[in-house]
């Protein structure tokens, strides 16, 4: 290094002479030698350095030169590379999936670098993933706002069960317990809080002053509108969060959202320059059948039919009137059918008590109106039945939705008629309280769904194309592709004696997996050792492991625990926790 001139002092160091001006040094220049130090840096410093010079950018960007972002811009590109890895990592080892699904991973990336992100993500996309991998991620606290109080129980015991540090706050909680948690939430004991968008005006949002909050999520974030078909009042309490907490990455997340509505969001949450991702609406493992009524056989011995060829495999059937819930219901019970009906006009007692029996798989089948679904989360409904016509594709997406989450196969086939669009406009015109517009739209929508299940191509194609997703015919998950006649293939009705229809009862049903791998009924075993776990532990059978979990060590036998950790669905903390008992299922012979 060449000494300038005299009035520099020199440290003699191994025989070089390191030339430290007397003058204050350039913090261009600064700025410049530590982007270039960044190149030697540990991966598990650089990221530190990188956000103290990211707020210094922040500040002054004229001191930043062309080279010095360039060379950021490449520190920045390894720090990257390796959160991509550690993503993938809690993927695996926490939730056991080998993949993210489409969107996922550009969400996790945008709100770990600190950028504000809107995902728009179908039911059963993946949603929740979105902020779990950050909250892991990022350390400190992430902050989970939601309106499905009666949901944030099974979302925590979800995240327990794989090994997340998680907890809620919210109005259901007695005093006591409250008082303990907020304790632990002082004390960094989670790394994700659910709350209800009501607790942040009072206590919940002061307690979060006292947190290392590191990002917020909010869940079903087109509530906060009123242009939505949901909005809620105490959504409004989140518009001050982003001020509030400058810098911290906001998520909202959302199933569906119009342009409107969207627009709604980014202004209300105040989101800077949000990304915004878009999840698909086509999921490959819902299967959608369309069938047309009045063709010979009834409704109700339809249903019948497709019920018996899935034994003790939850589903729902959606119907129009209170009235039909209660005879479906009936008429299912009366032929051996553990069925409930479900509707507005049963008590909320009643109501939670069926529920509650469905999430816990002592109820298969329940026989509902539409004002069954908005609380249920259940990953193992394993088909969806539309008795009557739905009012429109929006709703026919969301109640489709609440089947196959575990991403296992399921059924949903809709029964549909011309009579049936005459019904659904009578019961436009009854209520008079909406204007000739509102019926209007509402005519238009009913229409959408009539050509939607009377047509002759894709189910998936045309369902995709209404919320403006251009996609290939699915070729293989839809009725109209395969050519499968659902009902056919579904096999002759008969009672249940008593006791559950065996296997051999379905001729050839659609759910070969049920019998398949081992042909000694493994799969049933092993979800019969599922609910026993379940069941003494309180918590709901598909809690422990989902379907498609269970299907896959049925057909894959796994032998190790180093196997079975191979199977999706499984990660360490579930491993630890139930893969001896499943191992030694598998490995039993009788
Ligand atoms: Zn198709």
């Known amino acids: ?320 009137s209170r009235k039909a819930a209660e005879s479906t219901a009936e008429f299912l019970s009366s032929r051996g059918v553990r069925a409930s009906a479900y509707h507005a006009g049963l008590s909320p007692e009643q109501r939670a008590a069926t529920q509650e029996r469905f999430r816990r798989d002592d109820v298969e089948v329940v026989c509902a109106t539409i004002a069954f679904g908005m609380g249920i989360d259940k990953s193992n409904v394993r088909f969806v039945i539309h008795r009557d016509m739905p009012r429109s594709i929006e709703g026919y997406y969301q109640e489709i939705g609440r089947a196959g989450r575990d991403g296992a196969p399921a059924d949903c086939v809709m029964f549909y008629s011309w009579a049936d669009v005459m019904s659904l406009d009578r019961l436009g015109q009854r209520s008079e309280t909406q204007g000739a517009d509102l019926e209007d739209q509402q005519r238009r929508a009913v229409r959408r769904v009539f050509d939607l299940a009377d047509g002759a191509d894709c189910l998936w194609r045309r369902l995709s194309l209404h919320f403006a997703e251009r996609i290939e015919a699915c070729g293989g998950s839809c009725g109209r592709c395969t050519g499968q006649d659902v009902i056919a293939s579904a096999g002759r009705p008969r009672a249940r004696s008593g006791a559950r229809a065996a296997g051999a009862e379905r001729a050839d049903a659609p759910m070969q997996w049920s019998q398949a791998a081992g042909g000694d009924g493994l799969f049933e075993r092993l979800r019969t050792l599922r609910k026993s776990l379940a069941d003494s532990r309180g918590v709901p059978a598909y809690l422990v492991f989902n379907d498609r979990t269970l299907q896959e060590m049925a057909a894959r036998m796994p032998q190790t625990r180093e196997q079975l950790l191979a199977v999706h669905g499984v990660g360490q903390r579930k491993l630890d926790e139930y893969g001896d008992a499943f191992l030694r299922e598998i490995l039993r012979r009788d």
């Open 1 to 320: 290094m060449p000494i300038r001139a005299a009035g520099l002092r020199g440290v003699v160091r191994a025989g070089i002479i390191d030339a430290m001006p007397e003058t204050k040094p350039d913090p261009t220049d600064e700025l410049l030698a530590e982007a270039r130090s960044l190149a030697a840096l540990p991966l598990e410093t650089l990221q530190d350095r990188l956000e103290g010079l990211r707020s210094r950018y922040r500040d002054a960007p004229r001191l930043f030169t062309h080279e010095t972002v360039r060379l950021l811009k490449q520190a920045a590109a390894r720090a990257t590379q390796r959160d991509d890895g550690r993503a993938h990592a809690i993927l695996r080892d926490v939730f056991g999936y080998p993949d993210f699904r489409p969107g996922q991973l550009d969400i996790i990336e945008a709100v770990r670098s600190g950028r504000d992100c809107l995902g728009i993500m179908p039911t059963g996309a993946g949603k929740s993933v979105t902020y779990q991998i950050p909250a892991r991620l990022l350390g400190g606290v992430t902050l989970v706002v939601s309106p499905l109080i009666s949901l944030m129980q099974d979302q925590v015991d979800a995240m327990v069960e794989v090994g997340m540090r998680a907890t809620y706050l919210n109005s259901s909680l007695e005093t006591a317990e409250r008082s303990r948690r907020v304790a632990q939430v002082r004390a960094g004991e989670f790394e994700l809080l659910y709350a209800a968008p009501e607790g942040l005006d009072s206590s919940v949002g002061r307690l979060l002053d006292a947190l290392d909050l590191k990002m917020i999520a909010v869940d079903e974030a087109h509530c906060i509108s009123e242009w939505g078909h949901d909005f809620r009042p105490s959504y409004r309490n989140l518009a001050g969060l982003k001020s509030r907490f400058a810098g911290l990455p906001v998520l909202a997340l959302t199933a569906t959202a119009t342009p409107g509505v969207t627009r709604d969001i980014v202004e209300q949450l105040a989101l800077r320059d949000p990304l915004l991702v878009r999840g698909s609406f086509y999921r490959p493992n819902l299967r959608l059948h369309a069938v047309k009524k009045g063709q010979g056989e009834g409704v109700r011995e339809m249903i019948l039919r497709l019920v018996l060829a899935r034994p003790a495999e939850p589903g729902i059937v959606y119907c129009l």
